[in-house]
């Protein structure tokens, strides 16, 4: 019951046409999503089989990315019907069986039949993918312009490993939130951009061939740690001791200077002290710069991040072999921030989106449907296969599956078949969603995906899918509505293990702490009440 309800939370927000959901926190902070993983994340879940479905989005989110709302839903609806069957004397065991055989048997027929490979489509599938997963959300109507932006930073960041494998580290595509303007002013930029400025106005805004020095630690004047006690009996021993605690920044600097490097990022402060040496040698510096994005840009550049210069002998050193390296370090002015962009790092190519939206609420979810969009890319380029989408799937497989149960002859027969009817809740709701006739939609769908599998004539219906706006049903291929293949096979996946998991239980045993006696009480009365 506790799973169904999370479902229902989130039922009203899947498709192109779902409701946002807006939640505010006991601080009184507000978010609008529509992103499943997000609205359950923020729910304070009490009851533990309730949990494993909010755990279950968020596995959904790291591992795809997109179809975290339908990957509840299903899981909910494969509870519901097991249920059904449990009242009806089917024991648990049989009906886990059969599930764990259907998806077996549902994952084969999406690779097999319904899969089909992105060089068939051309690169305009990626731009379809994407648009697809933005359909459902608050950018949505512009799909169009994002769509490009999106595709175009996945390609940027796209790159082969030591194996031949393609990969699209999307951590490489940096987003920054910039407020003002319409989002259509949102802009994608070449290199890695970060939302700081050089430390002092003196300094020079452009070096080219830049070698890059990155370090998690403060360039501030050293000064004695606390609990350090030292007595001086003549007062120009404390001027000098004065004079070190300058000369022991002044010597780092000259040390990092000394191995070529003209750009530092310091996760610290920088003192105007030690900015006069920096101004001196020409040299870009930027303090407080966050800890991520140093970590990207060290992985980008081929930096070494250092936490100390200290090397293993105990003595303060700094090697060139440390540095990382771009072929520019600049800053400008996009939109209304400065900001410093990393132009063609050595290592990885990287690219930075900076969204413009008109307030908070706006950019964050802009934000979470473009990362949405980046997974998507991504795993189309990875595992080059998409299928359609619009319940087209759901409704193949719910018919491939409703024949397959009556080829069995054993007891998981029934509940395949009820794996089969779970699957019809994705379709039923998205027409809902739409204010469309679900009924009759979903068994015209099903009409289709019949004829498509028993007669070769028809074989191109199975590519039949919803189309929302107008309540008919189209070729979702042709039409463009597409998504990875591997976000629907991994999502049926984790559905039936986090019901399998849930079926498995039979009773729940809470251990509630033992009361203890209060510590405060007096001697009388503990005589009074008995314990002494």
């Known amino acids: ?41 923020m729910l304070e879940v009490e009851h533990p089989a309730a949990k494993i479905l909010v755990e279950l989005a968020d596995l959904q989110d790291q591992e795809v990315g997109d179809g975290t709302t339908s990957v509840v839903i299903v899981a909910a609806e494969l509870l519901r019907n097991a249920e059904q069957l449990v009242k009806n004397r ?15 048997e549902a994952c084969k027929y999406i690779n097999e039949h319904l899969s ?65 303007q319409s989002s259509l002013e949102s802009v994608l930029v070449r290199g890695y951009a970060l939302n700081c400025t050089v430390a002092s106005q003196a300094m020079t805004k452009r070096i080219t061939n830049a070698k890059i020095a990155c370090l998690d630690f403060n360039l ?37 200077l000394k191995s070529g490097a003209n750009v530092i990022l310091c996760t610290g402060g920088i003192d105007d002290l030690c ?20 970590k990207r840009i060290a992985k980008a550049t081929g930096a070494t991040m250092l936490l100390t210069l200290a090397n293993l002998d105990g003595e303060e050193s700094y090697e060139a072999s440390m540095l990382g390296s771009a072929s520019e370090v600049v800053q400008e002015k996009i939109c209304d921030d400065e900001l410093i962009i990393i132009k063609e790092p050595k290592s990885r190519l990287a690219a930075s989106m900076i969204l413009r939206g008109a307030n908070d609420f706006m950019l964050d ?39 397959f149960a009556t080829s069995l002859s054993s007891r998981e027969q029934l509940a395949i078949a009820e794996f089969a009817r779970s699957l019809l809740v994705i379709p039923k709701t998205l027409s809902v969603n739409a204010a469309q006739d679900a009924t009759d939609l979903v068994a015209k769908l099903r009409a289709c995906h019949s004829s498509s599998q ?6 191109s219906l199975k590519w039949m899918g919803l189309d929302l706006v107008n309540g008919v049903i189209r070729d979702n291929k042709a039409a463009g509505v597409l998504e990875p293949s ?12 986090a019901a399998i998991t849930i079926l498995r239980i039979d009773d729940m045993i809470k251990l509630y702490p033992d009361e203890k006696p209060d510590a405060g009480q007096s001697y009388q009365d503990a005589v009074a009440s008995g314990r002494l």
């Open 275 to 294: 900015l006069k040496y920096f101004v001196e040698a020409q040299a870009m510096a930027v303090r407080r710069v966050a800890k991520i994005d140093m």
């Open 486 to 497: 591997i976000s629907k096979t991994k999502s049926l996946k984790f559905a039936t293990e």
């Open 220 to 256: 501030q004047k050293v000064k004695m740690k606390l609990g350090v006690h030292i007595v001086v009996d003549d007062p120009q021993k404390l001027d000098a001791i004065r004079q070190r605690e300058f000369d022991i920044t002044k010597e780092r600097i000259a040390k990092i």
């Open 454 to 459: 028993t007669d070769s004539k028809f074989a």
């Open 90 to 104: 089917i024991h648990p065991t049989s009906i886990i069986s059969g599930y764990r055989l259907a998806c077996k």
């Open 365 to 403: 979810e802009m934000d979470r449907s473009i990362h949405d969009a980046l997974c998507v890319v991504r795993r189309v380029i990875e595992s080059n296969a998409v299928v359609p989408g619009g319940g087209a799937v759901e409704a193949a497989l719910s018919i491939y599956l409703e024949n």
């Open 116 to 180: 089909v490979s992105v060089d068939e489509l051309g690169s305009e599938c990626l731009i379809n993918a994407a648009k697809t997963s933005m359909s459902s959300k608050l950018i949505g109507v512009d799909s169009e312009f994002f769509s490009k932006m999106v595709v175009d930073a996945a390609l940027a960041v796209k790159r082969t490993n030591v194996k031949g494998e393609i990969r699209c580290p999307i951590k490489a595509v940096n987003i920054l939130k910039a407020h003002g």
């Open 1 to 41: 019951t506790a799973a169904l309800s999370i479902a229902n939370i989130v039922k009203s927000s899947l498709g192109p046409v779902g409701l946002d959901k807006m939640l505010v926190d006991e601080v009184g902070d507000v978010t609008i999503t529509n992103d499943g993983a997000t609205v359950l994340k």
